[in-house]
């Protein structure tokens, strides 16, 4: 449920890695990479080294493939097909695979992951709660991405090797629930949140559910489940 606006901030490094990653109800297939292999031209118009190339889809199915398969999942080689380049190339344009997981996540962030932000905005705490729920029933059952959230499922279990791209999801996530909970003392401070209610507690306990529709989502619950649960949650909220 990502909130938070990534920073330039480094957490990098250059290591290799090998391990599974995610699998389950998402596959990367042409249709979904077809964007980053864009028809790369050489200065003669022949077969050669790449002069161009759309960089904006070469990093969007590289975000993708991340999406799926999370950090140790994903291999250079998987990134070399997925994005259409090789790996002089990735380097030269993005870096390493921790710098290129770093600009993923940003784009994630950026272009894929303002579902929760907006629920906030509601003016009531009511609507606030609904939106968080509704608002990420839609974002998991949306096609053409992975069905699950990339702050979850990116860098859960990772190596020490792998701890940068770790904590990046870990601060991220971290700074999700500061933005919740700084939304719910206002609604403590309107009278909406009953003076009784611990407002961290709320907020981790919120936090839980949501992140957990994430993973009934990678398990395969359709649409109609999820927002079942979501109903079942938001009865024993009060609403």
């Known amino acids: 449920m990502p909130l938070f606006n990534l920073t330039a901030q480094s957490y990098m490094c250059n290591t290799h890695y090998r391990c599974g990653g995610w699998r389950t109800g ?14 790369m031209k050489t200065g003669n118009g022949k077969t050669g080294r790449p002069i161009s190339f759309d960089k904006d889809a070469a ?13 140790e999942g994903t291999s250079m080689a998987d ?26 996540v940003k784009r994630y962030m950026k272009m894929r992951a303002q579902y929760a932000g907006k629920a906030l905005e509601e003016p009531t705490l009511e609507k606030v709660v609904r939106a968080l729920f509704d608002n990420t029933v839609a ?4 096609p053409g991405h992975p069905a699950r959230c990339m702050t979850l499922s990116g860098a859960v279990g990772c190596s020490v090797d792998a701890a940068p791209a770790r904590d990046i999801m870990t601060e991220i996530r971290k700074q999700n629930e500061a933005v919740m909970r ?8 309107s009278g909406e949140l009953p003076k ?14 949501i992140a957990g529709l994430s993973i009934q989502a990678a ?21």
């Open 26 to 39: 998402f596959t990367i297939v042409d249709s979904n990479i077809g964007l980053a292999k864009k028809i």
């Open 59 to 71: 990093l969007e199915a590289a975000m993708l493939l991340f999406w799926e398969r999370g950090f």
């Open 79 to 104: 990134l070399t097909q997925a994005m259409g380049l090789n790996s002089p190339s990735i380097y030269a344009a993005f870096g390493d695979k921790h710098a290129l997981f770093q600009l993923a």
């Open 139 to 142: 974002f998991l059952t949306t």
């Open 182 to 189: 700084e939304r719910f003392v206002k609604a403590r401070k």
């Open 196 to 209: 009784d209610v611990n407002v961290d507690d709320y907020t981790r306990y919120l936090s839980t559910i």
């Open 219 to 239: 398990n395969g619950s359709t649409k109609a489940e999820l927002k079942r649960t979501a109903q079942m949650a938001l009865r024993h909220l009060g609403y």
